[in-house]
């Protein structure tokens, strides 16, 4: 009974005095407008350097662009996102009045788009070269084979990839709190700074995160399903 009660009390405390509540419900949107708009960017940026990257491979053309695809690939994945968020906010913009969630948006969609183009390179590294001899054979040239025959084909043996990197981004952003953007797991280590009980607010965050990505995931499982049932027909 004692158990029941300072429980009821510490919950009281944490989330509905001064609407503590609010600090996660805010947190959450910003997440995830942080974690949808970093998506769009990533899928973009991604699929353009995986072209460069795969033309190349294919064709040892676009030598520079590739070059600079490679530079791009090898700082992003052998840093930190934490550490790219942090250079782009204090040393980049350091000396500009710059919104935070843009901030975070460009960290993060850069940091995404470099394990996107390596998804998506590796879906059109595995489309069959007879592909493209079948593109060449009713007279398309090599960007159009790529845009009507290749990438359609990519995209769907990656789709669950790059469903499954959504669900990593998503968990990614919980450290944009470092450059002080009030996201979900922020807003519950305000709580925490409050009222001095970490339990309550920690585990919150936690358990929405969870259920996000257990949601997330459901749905990927399910993509991945309808994919291999249409292989099938």
Same mark, same amino acid.
């Given at each position: 009974?004692? @158990?029941?009660?300072?429980?009821?009390?510490?919950?009281? *405390?944490?989330?509905?005095?001064? *609407?503590?509540?609010?600090? !996660?419900?805010?947190? !959450?949107?910003?997440?995830?407008?942080?974690?949808f708009l970093?998506?769009?960017?990533?899928?973009?940026?991604? @699929?353009?350097?995986?072209?460069?990257?795969?033309?190349?491979?294919k064709?040892?053309?676009?030598?520079?662009?590739?070059?600079?695809a490679k530079?791009?690939?090898?700082?992003?994945?052998?840093?930190?996102?934490?550490? #790219?968020?942090?250079?782009?906010?204090?040393?980049?913009?350091? /000396?500009?009045?710059?919104?935070?969630?843009?901030?975070?948006?460009?960290?993060?969609?850069?940091?995404?788009?470099a394990?996107?183009?390596?998804?998506?390179?590796?879906?059109?590294?595995?489309?069959d #070269?007879?592909?493209?001899?079948?593109?060449? /054979?009713?007279?398309?040239?090599?960007?159009s084979?790529?845009?009507?025959?290749?990438?359609? #084909?990519?995209?769907?043996?990656?789709?669950?990839?790059?469903a499954?990197?959504?669900?990593?981004?998503?968990?990614?952003?919980?450290v944009?709190?470092?450059?002080a953007?009030?996201?979900?797991? =922020?807003?519950? *280590?305000?709580?925490?700074?409050?009222?001095?009980?970490?339990?309550l607010?920690?585990?919150?965050?936690?358990?929405?995160?969870?259920v996000?990505?257990?949601?997330?995931?459901?749905?990927?499982?399910?993509?991945?399903?309808?994919?291999?049932?249409?292989? =099938?027909?």
């Amino acid at each position: 009974m004692e @158990f029941i009660n300072n429980f009821k009390d510490s919950f009281y *405390d944490n989330f509905i005095k001064d *609407d503590r509540w609010q600090y !996660l419900t805010d947190g !959450l949107m910003n997440t995830l407008i942080i974690t949808f708009l970093a998506v769009i960017m990533g899928m973009i940026l991604g @699929f353009i350097v995986a072209i460069i990257r795969a033309s190349h491979d294919k064709t040892g053309k676009l030598g520079f662009l590739n070059f600079i695809a490679k530079l791009y690939l090898t700082v992003i994945r052998g840093t930190p996102v934490v550490v #790219q968020l942090m250079i782009i906010y204090f040393v980049i913009f350091g /000396s500009v009045d710059i919104n935070k969630i843009l901030v975070a948006v460009l960290a993060f969609g850069l940091n995404s788009g470099a394990y996107v183009a390596e998804i998506v390179r590796s879906g059109i590294m595995s489309i069959d #070269q007879g592909q493209f001899e079948a593109g060449a /054979s009713l007279g398309l040239d090599y960007r159009s084979t790529m845009i009507s025959i290749i990438l359609p #084909q990519a995209f769907k043996n990656v789709l669950p990839a790059l469903a499954n990197e959504f669900i990593v981004l998503l968990k990614e952003t919980s450290v944009a709190g470092y450059i002080a953007i009030a996201d979900l797991t =922020k807003g519950g *280590d305000i709580i925490r700074s409050q009222t001095y009980e970490p339990f309550l607010p920690l585990i919150a965050v936690a358990l929405i995160y969870l259920v996000m990505v257990m949601f997330l995931t459901s749905l990927v499982t399910k993509l991945e399903r309808r994919l291999a049932v249409n292989d =099938k027909r």
